[in-house]
């Protein structure tokens, strides 16, 4: 018997809040007290006080079995988790032990009638984790089964766009959707290559004026290439579901940003000679065949990799910033210095603060590319400080950096994991349905939960008394995560 033992003394009147009462948890005996119980009267706990006062039908509604001749209580519950809901009587608040899980606690003190608000403020962030983890499986496999299946209350013209949207969007869901997936990567190899090879001298020919100009035959590998991606993003912008997310999400903006420069140059070369001959239009054009260096990012599209590192770097905003901070101040500092120190110097390469500030730049990041370098003793003891400073400041920041990226990418495999699990439980839980008809099935009992099955193993037991384990249809959506959290353990 675990608990805290201790002698009461009472009169008669008192007897109601001094009566000691003995429950069973799950195997594991504990003996009560009534006024430690009643200073929570609307919990389950302080219902058993007055239960001699209650009928047989009132007793049983609140223990799982009672002996009345040792005046026992007994329920089916976790003795562990009975020990932090305990808490609350002694401490005011409940803390969740490590190693039990925060849905199933939260169950527990449901079943204790208690609420969510006296769990404690550390418990409650772990339990949101929790639950934003639930949704996004439950928002993975709602994708999943829609991808797979899609939705059946949709019209044609809609399940037209679904069908276009997977083929483009979704190389997973089936062999010519991972065909063009495959194109459209090897379109974004070639394109850059040959955005790359276009530069050099030596595969330029001279126009009738006797500028240096793409290869003809580059140029019709790169209107190709340029075809392509319009394709694919005129089909991607007409099968979207949302056209402004669309339009506005960032990868879709680099997808934009690499084909409008190509007829942007078109549009202003079918103005005429006259026009390009513009110094301010050549420029322009200039500007945007650089931006076709954007296309490179593509490949994003198509590596969760990359989506990973980008995914990374977006949480690790907090430790980026502290690097650029640690590295303003450096180099602020160090360049101040080692102008003062260099400025009286007859050769000095210090001319100013502004100036030396390429110094301390390229000397804090262990660069060195040697056109800037002190020539006094002073400055060069300077250098050495900064160089170590340097040294320091970007290796700080840089393990929280690697760590979200290892936390992101484990927790990304662990919820695709999870997703297809869920998917495989609900793909048997629709064929032991399917077997209600089948004369070989057997009905089987487990407390409250009945299902048709031959060899069914309840991985998830239903609550007492209530309904069996639902599954998300194709048409679920989740508004919150407490939505996507209670569909999954309901």
Known sequence: MWGVQRTRYCNGSEASEEAEI???????????????????????????????????????????????????FYFDRDPDAFKCIMELYYYG???????????????????????????????????????????????KVRTILVDRE???????????QMCVWRLMEKPESSLPAHVIAIVSFIF?????????????????????????????????????????FTIEYILRLISCPNKVKFVLAFMNIVDFMAIMPFYVVLILTSFGAGVMELANVQQAVQALRIMRI???????????GLQTLTSALKSSFKELGLLLM????????????????EQNHPDTLFTSIPQSFWW??????????????????????????????????IALPIHPIINNFVLFYNKQQVLETAA????????????DSGREASPGAHKHVCGAGVWDSDTYIPLLKAPRGGAGIQTPSTDASFESTVEATEYFIS
């Open 22 to 72: 003995t429950v069973n948890i799950g195997g594991v005996k504990q003996v009560l007290y009534g006024d430690v119980l009643t200073r929570y009267p609307d919990t389950r706990l302080a219902e058993l006080v007055d239960c001699s006062l209650k009928t047989s039908e009132d007793i049983y509604a609140l223990c799982d079995d009672y002996d009345p001749e040792t005046g026992e």
């Open 93 to 139: 608040e409940v803390h969740m032990k490590r190693g039990i899980c925060p849905i199933c606690f939260m169950k527990e003190m449901d079943f204790w009638k208690i609420g969510p608000d006296f769990l404690d403020e550390c418990c409650k962030g772990h339990l949101q984790e929790v639950q934003d983890e639930l949704a996004e499986i439950a928002e």
């Open 150 to 160: 899609g939705d059946p209350s949709a019209g044609g013209w809609q399940r037209f």
């Open 188 to 228: 974004i190899l070639v394109s850059s290559v040959v955005m790359c090879v276009g530069t050099i001298p030596d595969l330029q020919v001279e126009d009738s004026e006797g500028n240096l100009s793409e290869h003809p035959t580059l140029e019709v590998i790169e209107t190709v290439c340029i075809g392509w």
């Open 294 to 304: 954007a296309r490179i990012f593509k490949l994003a599209r198509h590596s969760s």
């Open 326 to 341: 640690y590295m303003g101040v450096g180099v602020f500092l160090f360049s101040a210095l080692g102008y003062t120190m």
């Open 360 to 393: 301390a730049v390229i000397t804090m990041t262990t660069v060195g590319y040697g056109d800037v370098y002190p020539k006094t003793t002073l400055g060069r003891c300077n250098a050495a400080i900064s160089f170590l400073c340097g040294v320091i400041a």
């Open 420 to 431: 297809r699990h869920e998917i495989e439980l609900m793909a048997l839980r629709s064929e």
